[in-house]
């Protein structure tokens, strides 16, 4: 794996090891008909090669162990801080093992620890991939990495806790009692979760694809403020002229880019199509994937792109449960948004900066003020004189608002235009 550059100073130890190279294994070829097979390999032959297998996989470990800045873990310390991962301690389960609630005793603090089922999906490489990422790449919009475990044949993550849990449970299937996510929170954390991105995208160098965008990977502090985690499909994107990578087709059903699905070629546009559909989930509270509903609306996507093609639809796909407390120009905004990032076309697609920006003003609650103007340097007396024209202010801001989201979408309604011959269907 290469390795990363940011802006800010990099920790000493955070360095990857890039001179390790992987060997391809040669395939076995059949010996001629009229020779005789070779005899079958004796048992000690079988055992020395089991051997140095492990010991190339434990020297893997240690190389990676000696470059990751992260702190380790015993398996008896994070076994006594989830309570022998007791199942009063378990906060959530997947394809990829367990997740238990758990406080470290060393400092007291709250974690999540992570346990990875041997069995389960996410395996030796896909562990270390995670933990190399997140030992490198820090930023408030992804999760932080406390530690991990890798006693033996046990691999543990530690990260830190997320008490809300993730966007799933507050947005999706909520039961009749719990309070939905008002309008400006559902924009609060697109804008966040869309920074994250943006880092990886941006600030990464070699720039990071995440792979796995979903409102399950979405973790929520106790102010709603979103944060990016399991990075164990992230992967280095493309550098120099090239505009993609090729991979093995990973990820969510639904949530894949459709060139991705087909190809496997994958590009930071990849993420932005897979924005684009978590954020069609936060407008309208609906499923990506819904096999209860009818036929025509079982795929979020695919349902919502006739309606996209006609703005009055629009307040349609608001979510019901938000009755009808939204702004309507910042629904209107916010789906031609998502229209532009579910485009079929990755080239069309925005960037994740644009998107950033446009979010950004959609996320502000008039109730609690608009984004003020960098301040001035003024004097004393002017500091406390009375403004004269605060409503002419308010007016100017507003605009000033409206304005840097129509310029942070322009130019995909152009390139639409361009492609199709007529007008843009996401005009505002």
Known sequence: MSCFCFSSHRKKGSKINSSRKNRIPVAYKEPPAAVSPAPPPRQDNKRKIAAETTNKTNAADKAADSNIAAQTFTFRELATATKNFRQECLIGEGGFGRVYKGKLVSTGQLAAVKQLDRNGLQGNREFLVEVLMLSLLHHQNLVNLIGYCADGDQRLLVYEFMPLGSLEDHLLDIPPDQKPLSWFTRMKIASGAGKG??????????????????????????????????????????????????????????????????????????????????LLELITGRRVIDTTRPLEEQNLVSWAQPIFRDPKRFPEMADPLLQGDFPVRGLNQAVAVAAMCVQEEASVRPLMSDVVSALSFLSIDPEQGVLSPPPVPCSASEETAPSEDGDHWDDERAEERQRAVAEAMEWGSKKNHRRNGNGSAFSL
């Open 197 to 278: 991105l943006e880092y990886l995208h941006d600030k990464a160098n070699p720039p990071v694809i995440y792979r796995d965008l979903k409102s399950s990977n979405i973790l929520l502090d106790e102010n709603f403020n979103p944060k990016l985690s399991d990075f164990g499909l992230a992967k280095l994107g493309p550098v120099g002229d090239k505009t993609h990578v090729s991979s093995r087709v990973m990820g969510t059903y639904g949530y894949c880019a459709p060139e991705y699905a087909r190809t496997g070629q994958l590009s930071v546009k990849s993420d932005v199509y897979s924005f684009g559909v978590v």
